[in-house]
């Protein structure tokens, strides 16, 4: 797997204080797309050990709510078992932090995927750059959702986080 960033403090992809995992590769290529220098697998650089151990330098830090990764899109095929495998590493190492997780997918084309039981809050669906307003809150145009995975896991149905 590739990644473009990681970014420290980031207070817009997803609810509190985050890191941000800006992997490689998505199929998705949707018109007006923030990071199409992402859409290419091969772009960026190797996640390798350094790049991990400074993501969870980061993420050990109390004050940082959690996770987010996103890109490109954590779920292109290539990607899947590294974030399979770092999701859980999270979750083992940091059960207090919460993991968001950004992709193009839909949650009824994924949400059966092993990985997604990591994942506390889904934003899915692709970005629509006629159904955009800047004023949305963790999502980029009207028709993404934001799902609270575990709650829709333990239901067998779709249900949409709420900030508390």
Known sequence: ?????????????????????WVSGC??????????????????????EDAEKELFDI???DYISGITFSGGDPLFEGNRAEIERLAKKVKHEYPDKNIWLYTGYRWEEISALPLVQYVDVLVDGRFMEDLKDTKLHWKGSFNQRIIDVQ?????????????E
């Open 151 to 163: 709650k829709s896991l333990q239901n067998s149905s779709l249900y949409l986080y709420h900030a």
């Open 27 to 48: 199929p998705h290529k949707c018109k007006g797309c923030h990071n199409p220098q992402t859409w290419d697998p091969e772009s960026g650089i190797p996640f390798d």
């Open 1 to 21: 797997m590739k990644y473009h960033n990681i970014t420290k403090d980031d207070m817009l992809n997803g609810e509190g204080l985050r890191v941000v995992l």
């Open 59 to 61: 993420l050990s830090r």
